[in-house]
């Protein structure tokens, strides 16, 4: 399959994430939709977080079975940064954020300082800052999907890079709905153009790795930057499930986390029975 194609395809696996985002623009979701959604995404997305570890996980299980210590070496710290990175680094840089925001609203006023107070919840409130943050981890987790179908082309295994495409594609179409849920839940009406950038940030690196992947070639690589991905979904898994503790609705959460864990299942079983 020529790269091009590969890469368009990529493309359309980053941006099936558009599917959920207008959600957002519902001008009175019901509640208990709103928290279904959230369920649904969290579990998804912790199948995904498996699935990513998984794929890490093999070129290191494979050096074990060889005894080839030098590949489990670089291999598992190579696994242990990326997780380190993915995940604590976006709960420092979340805290870096909420600091500048509490420091904004604690200046002294002024002609200056006045102007930017006042500037600061209008740009974007709590809520909004959340959905960026959702989008940055998804969108970092969605690059190393995109190395990882990009390798998977360039090493001749197109019936894996197809799986992954339709597989990121079925999960990124979810993923819209965890974007925009801190705003549902705050009431907040994202406009149009907010939502094209919140896609661009969360699906948009798909096609980057891809057209990347095709051309870098490394176990080593590839590790990293699952373990990245791995990380950066476990935090939107936490800031998810923050979201759906606020909405007290335990049953109905506990029912939608295992429906979207059979959903990643299923997508992967249908894929892999199909021959892709």
Same mark, same amino acid.
């Given at each position: 399959?020529?790269?091009?194609?590969?890469?368009?395809?990529? /493309?359309?696996?980053?941006?099936?994430?558009?599917?959920?985002?207008?959600?957002?623009?519902?001008?009175?979701?019901?509640?208990?939709?709103?928290?279904?959604?959230?369920?649904?995404?969290?579990?998804?997305?912790?199948?995904?977080? $498996?699935?990513?570890?998984?794929?890490?996980?093999?070129?290191?299980?494979?050096?074990?079975?060889?005894?080839? $210590?030098?590949?489990?070496?670089?291999?598992?710290?190579? *696994?242990?940064?990326?997780?380190?990175?993915?995940?604590?680094?976006?709960?420092?840089?979340?805290?870096?954020?909420?600091?500048?925001?509490?420091?904004?609203?604690?200046?002294?006023?002024?002609?200056?300082?006045?102007?930017?107070?006042?500037?600061?919840? !209008?740009?974007?409130?709590?809520?909004?800052? *959340?959905?960026?943050?959702?989008?940055?981890?998804?969108?970092?987790?969605?690059?190393?999907?995109?190395?990882?179908?990009?390798?998977?082309?360039?090493?001749?295994?197109?019936?894996?890079?197809?799986?992954?495409?339709?597989?990121?594609? *079925?999960?990124?179409?979810?993923?819209?709905?965890?974007?925009?849920?801190?705003?549902?839940?705050?009431?907040?009406?994202?406009? $149009?153009?907010? *939502?094209?950038?919140?896609?661009?940030?969360?699906?948009?690196?798909?096609?980057?790795?891809?057209?990347?992947?095709?051309?870098?070639?490394?176990?080593?690589?590839?590790?990293?930057?699952?373990?990245?991905?791995?990380?950066?979904?476990?935090?939107?898994?936490?800031?998810?499930?923050?979201?759906?503790? !606020?909405?007290?609705? !335990?049953?109905?959460?506990? $029912?939608?986390?295992?429906?979207?864990?059979?959903?990643?299942?299923?997508?992967? /079983?249908?894929?892999?029975? /199909?021959?892709?």
């Amino acid at each position: 399959m020529p790269s091009v194609n590969i890469a368009l395809l990529g /493309a359309l696996a980053g941006f099936t994430i558009y599917l959920g985002l207008p959600i957002g623009r519902l001008r009175t979701p019901a509640p208990r939709i709103r928290a279904a959604l959230n369920a649904v995404a969290v579990g998804i997305l912790t199948f995904l977080v $498996w699935d990513v570890l998984t794929h890490a996980w093999e070129p290191i299980d494979e050096a074990l079975g060889t005894h080839t $210590w030098g590949t489990v070496a670089s291999g598992g710290i190579t *696994l242990a940064v990326g997780l380190t990175v993915g995940l604590a680094g976006l709960v420092h840089y979340d805290g870096w954020i909420g600091r500048r925001r509490r420091a904004a609203a604690a200046r002294p006023a002024g002609p200056g300082a006045a102007a930017t107070t006042e500037l600061a919840p !209008k740009t974007r409130s709590q809520a909004g800052s *959340l959905a960026l943050m959702i989008a940055t981890g998804i969108g970092l987790h969605n690059f190393a999907e995109g190395l990882a179908i990009g390798n998977s082309a360039a090493q001749g295994e197109l019936s894996l890079a197809v799986l992954l495409i339709i597989g990121f594609g *079925l999960h990124n179409a979810t993923e819209g709905f965890g974007i925009v849920a801190p705003l549902a839940a705050e009431g907040e009406r994202p406009s $149009w153009l907010t *939502l094209l950038w919140l896609g661009l940030i969360g699906g948009g690196p798909t096609f980057l790795g891809t057209l990347l992947g095709q051309y870098l070639v490394n176990d080593t690589l590839s590790i990293a930057f699952l373990g990245l991905a791995a990380g950066s979904i476990l935090y939107v898994v936490i800031e998810l499930l923050a979201v759906a503790r !606020k909405t007290g609705l !335990k049953t109905l959460t506990t $029912w939608c986390v295992l429906l979207g864990l059979l959903l990643g299942f299923a997508t992967d /079983a249908v894929v892999t029975a /199909a021959g892709a």
